[in-house]
């Protein structure tokens, strides 16, 4: 009864549509704070497939009122487990109405009122109509990664064989920090599953089988927009070096970034001597898998080389200096965010793609950056 209430009231199928929101979604307007927000009873909640998509920060003593002033300008506010907050324009199509027996904890901010249960979700409506859906799609690729589709996972036999962890935790999973992950650690395979999993590899299980998206149907818990695997399915991506296309109108041909349909006399090597101000070769070293390891990012350069790179960070009185990803160069004091020497085979072979300046000289890869120290550095 209440599910047929709720759904005729708004005039059309909210579960039906079964859309989730992006977590970092655009500011809401708040104009309906004072809006009387209908209870709608017990509702049903996954942790790893929220029936609300975004986060209500109630803080720690959580009420259903303040909750409900959290979530203004969504349509949905609900409370869980005496302190959780949820907000949401739609309810995901997998939740359903429980028992009001199973919301029995009572709120942390008023123990004369009850904040859902263990997977159970105190529900309100704001009764207004809810806009338009957002889609959720596959994310096609990013940076040189490419979606390869939908394959089959096992727990015993992982598609992947590293499942890793991403910046921010499982709870902010995107497809673009789990590629950044897996290219910083060298690998060419990367891979989303059950909204919050991130897996790594350069080749796949044997037993991996292509599979239908409609198994890869889980949104990210980062972006509700896009797709993060399913439960046993995996969406998988693949990484292709190629320099990013040089789109400085003043650099010359001579000078420009070699595309996919244009190639070198020969193949870019690394500069590891003969730099200014005394500056040497510190190796290959995984970036962005916590954060930028120099924090220091200069302007990206159409005629950057090693040299002009440890010049430029010279000058501003940094000791160390990086270049990466053919035109961008980077500062520091010190390697920080964890920052780790790259060793695979992989990074080796693929942290000399071809400078901006310099066509026949290395600056670094994707998420790899060759990086360069001096102790005589000018004072800051």
Not at 81 to 86: A, I
Not at 282 to 300: K, M, Y
């Amino acid at each position: 009864m209440l599910a047929h209430f709720v759904l005729s009231l708004l005039g059309s199928s909210l579960l039906a549509q079964g859309a989730v929101l992006n977590h970092k979604q655009q500011p809401r307007d708040t104009t309906d704070a004072a809006a009387q927000w209908a209870p709608q009873g017990c509702w049903s909640d996954n942790r790893h497939n929220r029936t609300l998509a975004a986060l209500g920060d109630a803080g720690t003593n959580v009420t259903n009122v303040k909750c409900q002033s959290r979530c203004a300008g969504y349509r949905y506010a609900g409370t869980e487990y005496s302190g959780e907050c949820y907000c949401g324009d739609y309810l995901n199509s997998i939740t359903s109405p429980l028992s009001d027996l199973a919301c029995y904890m009572t709120c942390t901010g008023d123990d004369t009122e009850t904040c859902g249960g263990p997977n159970a979700l105190s529900l309100y409506w704001d009764g207004q109509a809810a806009p338009a859906s957002t889609p959720i799609s596959v994310n096609a690729g990013v940076d040189g990664w490419t979606s390869q589709g939908c394959y089959t996972d096992q727990v015993g036999s992982r598609t992947l064989s590293n499942g890793v962890a991403t910046p921010r935790g499982a709870s902010s999973l995107t497809v673009q920090l789990c590629v950044d992950t897996c290219g910083s650690a060298g690998y060419t395979l990367a891979g989303v599953e059950y909204s919050g999993e991130c897996y790594c590899g350069n080749s796949t299980s044997t037993g991996a089988v292509a599979e239908d998206q409609s198994a890869c149907n889980m949104p990210c818990y980062g972006n509700g927009s896009e797709y993060c695997g399913g439960a046993n399915a995996i969406n998988l991506y693949s990484f292709a070096i190629a320099p990013p296309a040089n789109t400085s109108t003043s650099a010359s041909s001579a000078t420009a970034t070699p595309t996919a349909t244009q190639s070198t006399s020969a193949t870019p090597t690394m500069v590891t001597s003969g730099l200014p101000d005394g500056y040497t070769y510190q190796g290959c070293w995984a970036d962005l898998t916590n954060g930028r390891i120099l924090s220091v990012q200069q302007p990206d350069s159409a005629t950057l080389t090693p040299a002009s790179c440890v010049s430029t960070c010279y000058t501003a009185g940094y000791s160390y200096a990086g270049v990466e990803w053919s035109k961008q160069c980077f500062c520091g004091k010190a390697i920080v965010n964890g920052g780790y020497q790259a060793v695979s085979s992989y990074a080796l072979q693929n942290c000399h793609v071809a400078c901006t300046g310099d066509t026949t000289q290395g600056c670094g890869g994707s998420r790899l950056m060759a990086l360069y120290y001096s102790n005589a550095t000018t004072s800051s």
